[in-house]
T-cell receptor, first 115, second 118 residues
Framework: DGGITQSPKYLFRKEGQNVTLSCEQN?????MYWYRQDPGQGLRLIYY???????QKGDIAEGYSVSREKKESFPLTVTSAQKNPTAFYLC??????????????FGPGTRLTVL | DAKTTQPNSMESNEEEPVHLPCNHS???????IHWYRQLPSQGPEYVIH???SNVNNRMASLAIAEDRKSSTLILHRATLRDAAVYYC???????????????????FGQGTILTVHP
């Protein structure tokens, strides 16, 4: 089945540790995205990538890093510089469709708790 | 980014139609109107999108005002599985990179919490 997978579903880390969240898609999508969601709030864009080996900062990139070495994979590292990392993290992907409205497909999310 | 305004919450009875409003008075001519919904502890799910004309798909209908400053998502017969947070989003057409492609940034607001009563 085609889709987006994120692992793990729940993640606990001690304060000051870096942690990497996995995101894999087999939809042959060019673009991939990372969002953060806090309780009762909408999603905020952290990073996005349109093609392999290229990525851009979103609205709240500070304290995060990404890589895009393969089309299928877009891991997110939450560094110790992120001041409030506890949140629900969502990965998404889509085709690059020029000026048409293209839908984004979302993964199930990873809930990160920093103790 | 253009902003949208939605009611915080709405309620409906099962099997009845639901009309979810969205105001976007500052919409630009190239903004698409997207709707997503999110169930608790899950990722958002695409519902529908449009530019100027009304749109229908298997999940819902999207009615867009003639001046495009507002839109309404219509669920024709609500079911318990339709209970979710519904987001109305204006999609930034984005920019073209050197390869000639572009992407559209989605800016999520707080959405409307839809409760469906049996």
């Amino acid at each position: 089945d085609g889709g987006i997978t994120q692992s793990p579903k729940y993640l606990f880390r001690k304060e000051g540790q870096n942690v990497t969240l996995s995101c894999e898609q087999n939809l042959n999508h060019d673009a991939m995205y990372w969002y953060r969601q806090d309780p009762g709030q909408g999603l905020r864009l952290i990073y996005y990538s349109q093609i392999v080996n290229d990525f851009q900062k979103g609205d709240i990139a500070e304290g995060y890093s990404v890589s895009r070495e393969k089309k299928e994979s877009f891991p997110l590292t939450v560094t110790s510089a992120q001041k409030n990392p506890t949140a629900f993290y969502l990965c998404a992907s889509s085709f690059n469709l020029g000026t048409s409205g293209g839908e984004q497909f979302f993964g199930p999310g990873t809930r990160l708790t920093v103790l | 980014d253009a902003k949208t305004t939605q009611p915080n919450s709405m309620e409906s009875n099962e099997e009845e139609p639901v009309h979810l409003p969205c105001n976007h008075s500052t919409i630009s001519g190239t903004d698409y109107i997207h709707w997503y919904r999110q169930l608790p502890s899950q990722g958002p799910e695409y519902v529908i999108h449009g530019l100027t004309s009304n749109v229908n798909n298997r999940m819902a209908s999207l009615a867009i005002a003639e001046d495009r400053k507002s839109s309404t998502l219509i669920l024709h017969r609500a079911t318990l599985r339709d209970a979710a947070v519904y987001y109305c989003i204006l999609r930034d057409v984005g920019f073209a990179n050197a390869g000639g492609t572009s992407y559209g940034k989605l800016t999520f607001g707080q959405g409307t919490i839809l409760t469906v009563h049996p």
